[in-house]
């Protein structure tokens, strides 16, 4: 079955502002995620310029890549990025290379279900990894339900389609194709990612959801244990985030790691407060 990534945070259909409308590129400012991605960390960049600045010609590597926010705002010389969303490397790898989309790109239900019907022809039929899936793949997620990539059991992209007011669709990518070009990319799990020697890692995996039954993601405390001991037994400086639960904070702490909390931007909590979401920020070797 194929994994499952939770939904980006915010309403349903409001203006489409935060990772659009790029327009001309202003070099002072780095460029924003080009696609929705569920737990941006683009919020953290200013903090982590600071930890950056010292280490800034090492590679810089993201086991969980996501929306790559990170990896926009330091603008390392060189980097791995890995995620074990496929589709999601694929895009990145065709902006590496120069996309270019010339699918229709509306804001019209009917054509997201022509497009996602395509889409999914596209992963039936072996051709995930085409030009073409990848340009569907960024219409899809910049126009489907609140940025969703969610498969249902027979492995089709199901994601309803967003309602929004207004999408500024991007079809030349050149500028993240220019920041992009010292970065390799991989799709597999956190544990094969080939981490050399004082490699800089930032890992931001799934958030851990205390007192859940299910995983957010398919992403178990399985997963965050080994996640946290990988990273441990690494030589070089480590950044690992994730939402601060007591276990959380337990098991960084177990494996050596100095911890810190920040806040992150307010979300909606079931109370409907605005509550800022407490993030752990776990370091070594810095
Ligand atoms: C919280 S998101 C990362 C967000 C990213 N830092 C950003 O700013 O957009 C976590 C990512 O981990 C990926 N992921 C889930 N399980 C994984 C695994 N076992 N190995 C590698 N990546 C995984 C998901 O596909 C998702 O993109």
């Known amino acids: 079955m194929r994994q499952t990534v939770a939904a980006v945070t915010g309403g349903k259909g409001p203006p489409d502002r935060a990772t659009g409308?790029?327009?001309p590129p202003d070099k002072t400012k780095t460029l924003k995620p080009p696609l929705k991605w569920a737990g941006g960390k683009r919020w953290q960049v200013p903090h982590l310029r600071r930890m950056w600045q010292a280490h800034r010609d090492r590679r810089l590597v993201e086991p969980f890549?996501?929306?790559?926010?990170?990896?926009?705002?330091?603008?390392p010389a060189h980097a791995l990025l890995n995620d074990a969303n496929p589709?999601?490397?694929?895009?990145?790898?065709?902006?590496?290379?120069?996309?270019?989309?010339?699918?229709?790109?509306?804001?019209?239900?009917?054509?997201y279900y022509r497009h996602r019907?395509?889409?999914?022809?596209?992963?039936?039929?072996g051709q995930e990894d085409s030009r073409e899936a990848a340009s569907l793949f960024y219409y899809l997620n910049r126009t489907g339900y609140n940025g969703l990539c969610r498969f249902n059991k027979g492995g089709e992209f199901n994601v309803p389609f967003g309602q929004y007011e207004r999408i500024h669709y991007l079809r030349d990518f050149d500028h993240y194709r220019t920041a992009l070009a010292g970065c390799t990319f991989t799709t597999t799990d956190v544990e094969a990612v080939p981490l050399e020697k004082g490699d800089f890692v930032y890992a931001d995996p799934p958030y851990d959801v205390e007192f859940r039954q299910y995983a957010r993601?398919?992403?178990?405390?399985?997963?965050?244990?080994?996640?946290?001991?990988?990273?441990?037994?690494?030589?070089?400086?480590?950044?690992?985030?994730n939402q601060a639960t007591g276990r959380i904070e337990s098991l960084y702490r177990s494996f050596g790691y100095d911890v810190s909390f920040a806040s992150g931007p307010r979300r909606i909590s079931c109370t409907g407060d605005r509550a800022p979401a407490r993030e752990i920020v776990a370091t070594r070797n810095m």
């Open 117 to 125: 019907a395509r889409f999914n022809e596209l992963l039936e039929t």
């Open 65 to 75: 890549c996501g929306g790559i926010a990170v990896t926009l705002g330091l603008s």
């Open 217 to 241: 993601a398919g992403f178990s405390w399985r997963d965050q244990e080994r996640t946290a001991r990988w990273l441990a037994a690494h030589d070089g400086p480590v950044v690992l985030v």
């Open 21 to 23: 409308g790029q327009g």
């Open 87 to 111: 589709h999601l490397v694929n895009f990145y790898r065709w902006v590496q290379s120069g996309l270019h989309i010339d699918v229709e790109m509306e804001n019209d239900k009917s054509l």
